[in-house]
């Protein structure tokens, strides 16, 4: 019995052999920042009430960028782990500095200048985490896990 490929080796399988891992990397990585986007709403939600609208969604940054350094040195740059785990995490978090940047950025703005985000926060956070996304694979593939 043949096994089955992987849903990530099925989706690079058409890209040219060259661009075959790269295409892996950012489907892994798209796959991390998805579940990074729920943790960030999750945070945010869940700090609110204690450090309002942008505390919480500073302090939620932070959080789910380290959890997402964690995973994609685990899985999505697993074989590129060549430095010591808290250099990596350091560099991780101050090359993603200009993701922050945009995806803060745009969370911020949106807060300030619309309703609808102050109502509903997951607007202004998926804002964000779009507007950081390209920047932070970039980035961490070149500079964190290079």
Known sequence: ???LPSPIAFLTARLPARHRAAGGEFLRFGLVGALGFCLDVAFVYALIPSLGLYGAGAVAY??????NWALNR???FSDRTHRAAHTQWLRFLAVNLLGFILNRGA?????ALFVLP???PILAV???AASGFLINFLLSRRLVFG
């Open 1 to 3: 019995m043949a096994s």
């Open 62 to 67: 932070f959080i789910v960028a380290s959890i």
């Open 74 to 76: 685990l899985w999505t």
């Open 107 to 111: 969370y911020s703005l949106l807060l």
């Open 118 to 120: 102050r109502h509903y």
């Open 126 to 128: 998926a804002a964000g």
